[in-house]
Each structure stands twice: as structure tokens, then as C-alpha cells.
């Protein structure tokens, strides 16, 4: 099958492009506002994007409190959701209101950051600590703007629940990050293989 999306004439009873465009980790950015509440939302367009300097970057659809945070205090913290977190995950993507924190509606523990105000989420198996770097608000072919933005943040310093890892590295299988997949799906990794790179 073909489909254009502008025309978004697919048939199908859903719009299968976030179902393509999977697995996707997940961000689960915890930002302070400029009076020093804390935030806490899961963004499934979330990726590292080059490892020196180590940069990651999270999509916002609609100028959201972590986007605004974030301009506002120029850090934040990207903690890992992992399988054993999916439910407090799920639970702190709720719209709610900006006075309520997502840490309280999630029964989750704050943890303080080595070098960045922001906390992280004291159960999160991994989370990198970020200075933003710059946001884009993205425009479309014909120029005109969208309702999406764009966060980049260099990655300044990295926890790691050293029960992950296995023989010097971190192990996938032991720390189960979840993933997104289309619709309402999400998946971890059970399993891994290796691949060497070819020599020419």
C-alpha cells in the first residue's frame, strides 16, 4: 500500500506512521519551573542524536512545561523509564494542571542531581543529566510553523544503577528500558544479538 500524508489516505482505522517509526525510547524529562516546582513528563519522540559531546534531544508537541522550563532555567534531566516504572511512567503523562507535580500524582521519590537543579526520579534505573542547548520550533515545507518544538540538551553527567551492569557494560536485558511503539503499545528488549562492523 501507498499513501500520501497530506492526504492521510491510508484506510487504515488508525495512522500506522508512529507504528513504523518504532521502537522509540522514551525521555522522561524532569525539569524545575523558574520558582522551583518540579515537572515530570514522558516524551516518546526522544533520542541521542551524537555521543561527542554526548547531545540528546526530546519533541514537544504543543509548547508544554518542560519546554518551557527548560527556556526558562536552561536544564534538565532525562531519566529512563524501564519496564519496572511503566505504571508511574504512564501515570505522570496525565494533563493536569501547572501547580500539580507529576512526581506527587506518580507516588514517585525525587532525587537530587550532581550538577544540575533539576531532580531526577530516584528509582529511574539510569538518568543523564542536561544543559539545554537550543529549541526549534519546526515549520513545515511551505515555512509555515507548527505546534512542535524541538529541545536539545548536551548530556553534562550520566547515573547508572550499577546492578545493570554486567561485565563492564550495561546490560539491555537486566535494565529493560521501555519503548514506544504505535497506538497505545510498548515493548523492552529481551533479547539482543551481535554484529560486527565489516571491513572492507
Known sequence: MFYETE???????????????????????????KD??????PYSFFNAVCDTPPIVMFSSTGYKDSVSNIDATGEFVCNMANLGLKDEMNQSSAS?????????????EMAASRLVKAPRVAKAVT??????????RLKTLTGDDTDSYVVFGQVVGV????????????DVTLYKPLSRLGYMDYAVVNEVFQMGRPKV
Do not use: M, Y
Open 96 to 108: 493536569v494542571a501547572h501547580e500539580i507535580s507529576e512526581f506527587d500524582l506518580a507516588g514517585l
Open 159 to 170: 547515573h547508572i544503577d550499577e546492578s545493570v551492569i554486567v561485565d563492564g557494560k550495561v
Open 36 to 41: 522551583g516546582k518540579a515537572n515530570l513528563a
Open 7 to 33: 492526504k492521510n489516505d491510508h484506510g487504515l482505522p488508525h495512522n500506522p506512521f508512529k507504528a513504523i517509526v518504532a521502537p522509540r525510547p522514551i525521555g522522561w524529562i524532569s525539569t524545575l519551573d
Open 127 to 136: 538518568a543523564l543529566e542536561c544543559k539545554h542547548l537550543q529549541t526549534l
